[in-house]
Each structure stands twice: as C-alpha cells, then as structure tokens.
C-alpha cells in the first residue's frame, strides 16, 4: 500500500484545510484509516480515523466539533476537513492505514501499519 497525503499549507487561526490522502496498491474499502500528526517536539498522536466503510469515526477530543474524517471508497481517497483551525493545531498530519479488522477506528499508532509522508501544516495567530 502507498498513501500520499497532500492538501496542508500556511492558514489565520479561525481559517480551514481539506487534507487528502490517496492510496493504492490494496483494495481501499479492506482496511481502516487514520490520520495522526506531529507537532516539533511532540510525539506523533492520533487526529481522526474511519472504519472501511466510513461507518464509524473516531476524534481525539481536541479536534471534536472542528475536523471531520471522511473516505470515498470509489477514489481510493480519504479526507480530514479542518475548520476553526487553531495554532496549536500546527504540525505535520499523516495518514496511515490499519488493516484489522475493529469495531472502531483504533487511535494506537502500532495499529497502523502502513503511513503516508507526512503533509503541514501550520495555523497562524
């Protein structure tokens, strides 16, 4: 499986960022993604993640309200729209994809087998 993340950039706080992430090399619709992300200095952490349909969603609570995952199976695509954009929302976002099958979308980063390079992001105040 190859992910290529793409869609980050320089934003105002209060602003919003459409990250895309395409794959291929494996049916799309048999495993989960996610996005995480790292801030400089910080350990990598979990954003949002869907389920192979995109029947089911996951947020860390900082992002709930404000980002939204979603896949187009058809596409081969997934997306994390990003609105309220804050500084601390600055850093480099990752997709990565888990093929386990899970009742939820796992926000474990060992979960994760396969990752995209990573796309940034920075929110100005």
């Known amino acids: 499986v190859q992910l290529q993340a793409s869609g980050g950039g320089l934003v105002q706080a209060g602003g919003s960022l459409r990250l895309s992430c395409a794959a291929s090399?494996?049916?799309?619709?048999?495993?989960?993604m996610g996005w995480f992300r790292q801030a400089a200095g910080k350990e990598r952490e979990f954003v949002a993640g869907t389920s192979r349909s995109g029947g089911s969603t996951a947020y860390t609570d900082s992002v709930k309200g404000r980002f939204t995952i979603s896949r187009d199976n058809a596409k081969s695509t997934v997306y994390l729209q990003m609105n309220s954009l804050k500084p601390e929302d600055t850093a480099d976002y990752y997709c990565?994809?888990?093929?386990?099958?899970?009742?939820?979308?796992?926000?474990?980063?060992?979960?994760?087998?396969?990752w995209g390079q990573g796309t940034q992001v920075t929110v100005s105040s």
């Open positions: 090399g494996r049916a799309f619709s048999s495993y989960a």
């Open positions: 990565a994809a888990d093929f386990s099958i899970r009742r939820s979308p796992s926000p474990m980063r060992n979960d994760y087998f396969y």
